[in-house]
């Protein structure tokens, strides 16, 4: 086994069958003694905003936060006696590995789980929580990728079974159980299902399910701008590695979709469309405070995607939320992301005058009436002339940006805005 840039075939010791609407079908009556039938809701803050009906599925209501119990435990119920002495090993960016856990205490299975450094730490210590005595959880690497790799050799060397995040039919007809869920509770097909992709496994199961059942259906998969591994997919024909990968969307965070997912999702007729992260960060906000819904960043991919989707006034719409294991400490740079993706928040490089009253007249010349200072980084270190001083202002208005700048033009100060991508900005956010 070669390891390729962020490119390799996930493992099993058994051999799966094909994704069908069938197969989907059976891994509904397997995983109904552990998997809850979680609530469809009608979102009045989303409907008004659409003019559809649109629905919440809301699978961050699952023992394990999200809907990832479906495919671990619909893979790890079928294994035999043997397979289960030997255990099983996954990699997870933390969902994954809290269905992976609950299923090894449900069902005995001792099993060996994979994280890399940036899963918060709210995720990992749920799956201990959840998996009690039956599991461990080993740190490595800083992306969903490193821990993968890790998992695999582990596997390799140990003989326990590899229970792939998404690539994997057993799995994927696991998540794919959402589908039958939702048009049982909503007594008929939806016009639209909206779903968040990061490795392809949820997709391509609801997908296939609904392209076989509901043909009419049009499924809509959104990932984030950070790591647009289906899209770069779609584009090439093939499952590619990203030479880069965003981890804010630690759930939705992969550099290469599965072997298995990509023709599932392509043969399914599904559209991708990409979020920036900024706008996912402002919906995120938005369902806390208007709907009371706590998402993490991958949770909040379905409804952030609907502000850039076609969608037909009237018609019935159903968006995936996804899980909702969010770190409460992230709420900060959350908010300051949402921030500045809406034209609210700014930072300068400025050179103050080292003299007294160079930053009252920066106040009272300078900042306008609803503008906020939110960080003002100065000291002074030598007796030059001027000293530079990192400045953030949050502005009331994004309109208003265009008169700050005419300010601080005019105020003959040494000014240079830090531009969003650059090194600082990346340090500041």
Known sequence: MERAG???????NAVPSPVTAATIDAAAARVAEVVSRTPLELNARLSQATGAQV?????DL?????YKIRGAYNLIVQLDHDARARGVVCASAGNHAQGVALACQRLGVHGRIFVPGTTPRQKRE???????????VIVVGDSYEDALWAAQLDSDASGAVMVPAFDDP???????????EIVEQLGSAPDVVVLPVGGGGLIAGIGTWLADRHPATRTVGAEP??????????????PVPLESVDPFVDGAAVGTV??????????AGAGIVTVDEG????EMLRLYQSDGIIAEPAGALATAALDGLEIEPGSTVVCVVSGGNNDVSRYGEILERSLIHRGLKHYFLVSFPQEPGALRRFLDDVLGPDDDITLFDYVKRNNRENGPALIGIELADRNDLPGLLARLDDSQLGVEQVPPGSPMFHYLV
Do not use: F, N
């Not at 629905?55 to 699978?59: F, G, M, N």
């Not at 599965?258 to 043969?267: A, E, F, K, M, S």
């Open 279 to 282: 706008h996912l960060c402002t």
């Open 170 to 180: 057993r799995t994927i007809s696991g998540q794919g159980t959402v589908a039958p």
């Open 62 to 66: 699952q023992p394990v936060r999200s």
């Open 126 to 136: 749920r799956i201990v929580t959840l998996g009690g005595t039956d599991v461990e």
């Open 55 to 59: 629905w919440l599925k809301r699978e």
């Open 258 to 267: 599965g072997q298995h997912t990509y023709p599932l999702v392509r043969d």
């Open 6 to 12: 962020l490119a390799w075939v996930d493992v099993s």
């Open 225 to 238: 701008m950070g790591a647009a591994s289906m899209t770069a997919a779609m584009d090439a024909g093939r």
